[in-house]
C-alpha cells in the first residue's frame, strides 16, 4: 500500500481543474464563457448575471494587460540602477584616492564616513540600500567641496548627475512596483469573484447536462487540455 501511495499522490498533484490557475488561461476561459453565458439565459445564478460576469471578465483582462504591460518595463529599471552601481563603485575608488593622497593612508578610514562611505563585509563602500546610497551620494557631494576635491575630474560635476539619475531611478522603481502591487490586488479580487461563478457555472453545466457535460464543458471554453 505505502508503494503506490506516491504515485496516487503525483496523480492528484497532475490533475487539472475544469478552471484554469494561471492568469492568462484564466482570462482566456472567462471570455469563451462570458460570450457562451449571454446567449444562454436559461443559465441563472442568483448571485451574479451574465451581463456582471461579462464586465467582470472584461475589467479582469483589462487590468491583467495593463499590469503586464506596466511589469514589462522593470527588468529595464533593474538593469539600469545595476549598471550606475557599477559606474558608483567604480569612481568611488578615485574619490578614496583623493582622500589617500591628502590625508594619508594611515588618516584616511577616518574621513569616509563624511564621504558617505561605510565598513561593510571586510570593505569601505557606499550603501546598498537605495535610499542611504541617495544620501551618501548627497554626503559625497558635500564632503568633495568642503575637503576642496570639487573640480577634481570625479568631483561635484561627476557625481551631481549621477545623484539626480539614481533619485530618478529609484522613484521610478517605486512607483512601478506601486502601480503593479495595485493592479495585483484589483485583478486579484476580481479573480476571486469569476472563479466562484465559473465554479457555479461548471456545476450547472454537470447537473443539466448528465450524460454530456464534458462536451458541454468544452464547449463552453473549459478545454484543459489548453492550459
Known amino acids: 500500500m505505502d508503494e503506490l501511495t506516491p504515485n496516487l499522490t503525483a496523480i492528484k498533484l ?36 451574465a451581463t456582471q460576469f461579462e464586465t467582470d471578465a472584461t475589467s479582469y483582462n483589462d487590468i491583467l494587460n495593463a499590469r503586464l504591460q506596466k511589469g514589462s518595463t522593470r527588468p529595464q529599471i533593474t538593469q539600469s540602477l545595476k549598471a550606475l552601481d557599477k559606474k558608483i563603485n567604480n569612481a568611488l575608488s578615485y574619490v578614496k584616492g583623493y582622500i ?15 564621504f558617505g562611505i561605510e565598513y561593510k563585509s571586510n570593505k569601505y563602500i557606499f550603501p546598498t540600500d ?26 561635484v560635476a561627476f557625481w551631481t548627475p549621477i545623484k539626480t539619475e539614481y533619485m530618478s531611478l529609484v522613484n521610478e522603481a517605486l512607483a512601478t512596483d506601486g502601480e503593479v502591487s495595485i493592479k495585483v490586488g484589483d485583478k486579484n479580487a476580481l479573480k476571486d469573484t469569476l472563479k466562484k461563478a465559473l465554479n457555479a457555472i461548471v456545476n450547472s453545466l454537470k447537473a443539466n447536462y448528465p450524460e454530456t457535460f464534458k462536451q458541454e464543458l468544452r464547449d463552453w471554453g473549459f478545454q484543459k487540455e489548453k492550459y
Open 14 to 49: 497532475n490533475k487539472k481543474g475544469n478552471v484554469p490557475v494561471a492568469d492568462v488561461n484564466f482570462g482566456k476561459v472567462v471570455t469563451t464563457v462570458s460570450d457562451k453565458w449571454l446567449i444562454n439565459n436559461w443559465l441563472t445564478l442568483k448571485w451574479i448575471t
Open 130 to 155: 537605495q535610499n542611504k546610497k541617495i544620501a551618501s551620494l548627497g554626503l559625497l557631494i558635500d564632503a568633495l567641496t568642503t575637503h576642496g576635491f570639487a573640480t577634481k575630474e570625479f568631483g
Open 100 to 114: 589617500v593622497d591628502k590625508y594619508k593612508k594611515e588618516n584616511a578610514k577616518s574621513y569616509y564616513a563624511a
